[in-house]
């Protein structure tokens, strides 16, 4: 009996003895769980710290990169602007955040020539539970965001019809165009950038060619356009896809090429091989049309410069149909039609959206901005949108290049759609 009770009381002291054990383990155990649960916790904030900081600093980039036309002062302000915007919406900083942190703002030149800006910041955050190490009170989070500028090279086709005469035209567009011509070019890089000018009214004329340096060039043919004559706006754009397409861009070099197309109204010029009007001529290119619906066609030399209504050979203006043995004139569509303005119109229209889908099939972004007063031979929205390929066309193509198509009718309206592609294409061209 002695014995027995010897070893009952050991078996309970045995008991006591794992029990302590596993008191002992449990709160190991339990130490190592809020420490790791803390460390979830504290790495949470840093993982949501890093994506807001790593926002902050791709939009810092973007914005300062766009905005480098202005000098790197100024883009560097705005970047720090825009990183504060998206790191602090409001101004409201996040509470496990030490401070505001400040980004490091950087300008270079890549292998290509190209600009760049990165963007650099480092956010301190508190920790809440391994804070009670000494060492781990603090956690730093670091991003780093980069935006590269390719080069621009775009052909502005300008329309300098009679209607944009600022005195006696009908849209009076020729007051604003040339202020809102020379505010859009000076956000491109003189140095950098190439720009090419084409004017196009009966006929059309290539003012500047494809240049680096550029802005004072371009600013100049605007100033002195000379408003007269129709609307060849299938030349003008013809004309912009040749000398867009004749600059070859190395394969190192990244590139964007644009047509900028403005407008007061409908096209109403066709080009043609004939020897109509003068028969007794050879066969050689006119420019038909240039009048309003309701109005005979008229016949211009391919090189006037100026065709008034009425007007004479001198200016360009040969003489109205019918006239010589002219009958009809061959259409893209395979068909012939008469020499009426109707059918010019709607030929030139399907002609100018055929020459664009040629530009977006090389690569090249189409924007449209349109004057329109109203009245007769006012401009369609479709047609623009067509031409530029914008959201909203009924043929819009998501695979192909998209522009924009801005109208107004207030030609003071000018400079801010020429700025609205501006922006657009500056987008663009940072990456």
Same mark, same amino acid.
């Given at each position: 009996?002695?014995?027995?009770?010897?070893?009952?009381?050991?078996?309970?002291?045995?008991?006591?003895?794992?029990?302590?054990?596993?008191?002992?383990? $449990?709160?190991? $155990?339990?130490?190592?769980?809020?420490? #790791?649960?803390?460390?979830? &916790?504290?790495?949470?904030?840093?993982?949501?710290?890093?994506?807001?900081?790593?926002?902050?600093?791709?939009?810092?980039?973007?914005?300062?990169?766009?905005?480098?036309?202005?000098?790197? +002062?100024?883009?560097?302000?705005?970047?720090?602007?825009? *990183?504060?915007?998206?790191? /602090?919406? @409001?101004?409201?900083?996040?509470?496990? =955040?030490?401070?505001?942190?400040?980004?490091? &703002?950087? $300008?270079? %030149?890549? !292998?290509? !020539?190209?600009?760049?800006?990165?963007?650099?910041?480092?956010?301190?955050?508190?920790?809440?539970?391994?804070?009670?190490?000494?060492?781990?009170?603090?956690?730093?989070?670091?991003?780093?965001?980069? /935006?590269?500028?390719?080069?621009?090279?775009? %052909?502005?086709?300008?329309?300098?019809? +009679?209607?944009?005469?600022?005195?006696?035209?009908?849209?009076?567009?020729?007051?604003?165009?040339?202020?809102?011509?020379?505010?859009?070019?000076?956000? #491109?890089?003189?140095?950098?950038?190439?720009?090419?000018?084409? %004017?196009?009214?009966?006929?059309?004329?290539?003012? =500047?060619?494809?240049?680096?340096?550029?802005?004072?060039? =371009?600013?100049?043919?605007?100033?002195?356009?000379?408003? @007269?004559?129709?609307?060849?706006?299938?030349?003008?754009?013809?004309?912009?896809?040749?000398?867009?397409?004749?600059?070859?861009?190395?394969?190192?070099?990244?590139?964007?090429?644009?047509?900028? #197309?403005?407008?007061?109204?409908?096209?109403?010029? &066709?080009? %043609? =091989?004939? !020897?109509?009007?003068?028969?007794?001529?050879?066969?050689?290119?006119?420019?038909?049309?240039?009048?309003?619906?309701?109005?005979?066609?008229?016949?211009?030399?391919?090189?006037?410069?100026? /065709?008034?209504?009425?007007?004479? !050979?001198?200016?360009?203006?040969?003489?109205?149909?019918?006239?010589?043995?002219?009958?009809?004139?061959?259409?893209?569509?395979?068909?012939?039609?008469?020499?009426?303005?109707?059918? &010019?119109?709607?030929?030139?229209?399907?002609?100018?959206?055929?020459?664009?889908?040629?530009?977006?099939?090389?690569?090249?972004?189409?924007?449209?901005? +349109?004057?329109?007063?109203?009245?007769? +031979?006012?401009?369609? @929205?479709? *047609?623009?949108?067509?031409?530029?390929?914008?959201?909203?066309?009924?043929? *819009?193509?998501?695979?192909?290049?998209?522009?924009?198509?801005?109208?107004?009718?207030?030609?003071?309206?000018?400079?801010?759609?020429?700025?609205?592609?501006?922006?657009?294409?500056?987008?663009?061209?940072?990456?």
């Amino acid at each position: 009996m002695h014995r027995n009770l010897n070893l009952q009381s050991h078996r309970w002291s045995g008991r006591e003895g794992e029990r302590g054990q596993i008191l002992i383990l $449990f709160a190991v $155990f339990l130490t190592v769980l809020v420490l #790791f649960m803390g460390l979830g &916790i504290d790495l949470g904030f840093a993982y949501i710290t890093k994506a807001q900081l790593s926002k902050a600093v791709d939009a810092a980039a973007l914005a300062g990169m766009s905005n480098f036309y202005q000098g790197s +002062g100024t883009a560097s302000n705005i970047a720090v602007g825009a *990183f504060a915007a998206n790191f /602090a919406p @409001a101004g409201k900083k996040p509470g496990y =955040v030490a401070t505001m942190p400040v980004p490091s &703002i950087g $300008f270079s %030149t890549d !292998s290509a !020539s190209n600009q760049t800006l990165t963007v650099s910041a480092t956010a301190t955050i508190n920790t809440f539970f391994i804070g009670i190490l000494p060492q781990w009170k603090t956690l730093n989070v670091t991003d780093t965001g980069q /935006a590269t500028r390719a080069k621009v090279i775009m %052909t502005l086709v300008l329309d300098h019809s +009679g209607s944009m005469d600022p005195y006696n035209g009908s849209s009076q567009g020729g007051a604003y165009l040339p202020t809102a011509v020379a505010n859009f070019i000076n956000v #491109f890089e003189d140095n950098v950038d190439s720009a090419a000018v084409v %004017t196009f009214g009966s006929s059309v004329t290539n003012d =500047v060619p494809m240049s680096t340096p550029f802005i004072a060039k =371009v600013t100049s043919a605007a100033n002195n356009i000379i408003w @007269a004559g129709g609307t060849f706006s299938h030349g003008g754009l013809t004309n912009a896809l040749q000398i867009n397409n004749a600059v070859v861009v190395p394969a190192n070099v990244n590139a964007i090429k644009a047509v900028i #197309f403005f407008t007061d109204g409908e096209p109403n010029m &066709i080009q %043609t =091989v004939t !020897s109509c009007p003068n028969p007794l001529a050879p066969a050689q290119r006119w420019n038909f049309g240039g009048h309003d619906i309701g109005y005979p066609a008229g016949v211009w030399q391919t090189n006037a410069v100026s /065709a008034a209504y009425g007007g004479n !050979s001198q200016n360009g203006y040969y003489c109205l149909f019918p006239c010589g043995t002219c009958a009809s004139f061959p259409s893209i569509d395979g068909s012939s039609y008469p020499y009426t303005m109707v059918n &010019i119109i709607q030929e030139s229209t399907n002609r100018c959206i055929q020459v664009a889908n040629q530009m977006r099939a090389a690569g090249m972004y189409v924007y449209c901005i +349109g004057l329109n007063v109203g009245g007769v +031979g006012a401009l369609d @929205a479709d *047609f623009l949108k067509q031409v530029a390929n914008a959201e909203g066309s009924p043929t *819009f193509n998501g695979n192909l290049p998209k522009g924009l198509a801005l109208t107004t009718g207030n030609g003071a309206d000018l400079t801010e759609l020429f700025q609205q592609v501006a922006g657009d294409i500056l987008l663009r061209l940072t990456y």
